[in-house]
């Protein structure tokens, strides 16, 4: 019988994207201002194809990561604006080195110096932030995320010695 759960997690906005958002809207109304005093008969299709790409950039920032764990596999999509999925993670928790909450001892400046972060949390300032570290794609690499309890004890029956829960 296949095991299989999954969870969604929505990424909080931080400064980057309200940096980015207001950079939008204020990019917007000066291209707008600008087509209406050089383009008067034809700015108004202008300014309407200059506010829809506005809203299409602006709703880019709306971020949510998908979780889905199948018989100890992780797979972990990003979902862009609820138009667009991209794969960002996937693989058999058999590979998994470590895991382990990320306000632990478990997580050393060792796994702080990986070049390769993969983030899929909400937030990593959280209290229900775990990492995992393992080889991926021939590159030492952590990845952050926040599971369920039950998708913790499905990891912990396939590979119960590199969970650790303190």
């Known amino acids: 019988m296949d095991i299989f759960m999954e969870k969604i997690v929505t990424k909080k906005k931080d400064i980057k994207d309200y940096l980015i958002i207001t950079a939008i809207v204020v990019g917007s109304m000066v291209l707008s201002m ?3 005093t050089f383009i008067p008969g034809m700015g108004l299709l202008f300014i309407a194809g200059i506010l829809y790409l506005a809203y299409l950039l602006l709703t880019t920032r709306n971020v949510e990561y998908e979780y889905a764990v199948t018989n100890g596999d992780l797979d972990i999509d990003k979902i862009i ?5 991209v794969r960002v993670f996937s693989a058999s928790c058999k590979n998994f080195e470590v895991v382990a909450k990320l306000k632990s001892d478990h997580f050393t400046p060792q796994y702080k110096g990986f070049k390769k972060q993969i983030d899929c949390t909400s937030s990593k300032e959280g209290d229900d932030v775990w990492f995992i570290v393992l080889n991926y794609k021939n590159e030492q690499t952590v990845v952050y995320f926040e599971p369920t309890e ?4 499905s990891f912990k029956t396939f590979i119960p010695r590199k969970i650790f829960s303190n």
Do not use: D
């Open 34 to 36: 600008v087509v209406l």
């Open 81 to 85: 604006a609820q138009r667009k999925r």
């Open 150 to 153: 039950k998708m913790l004890q």
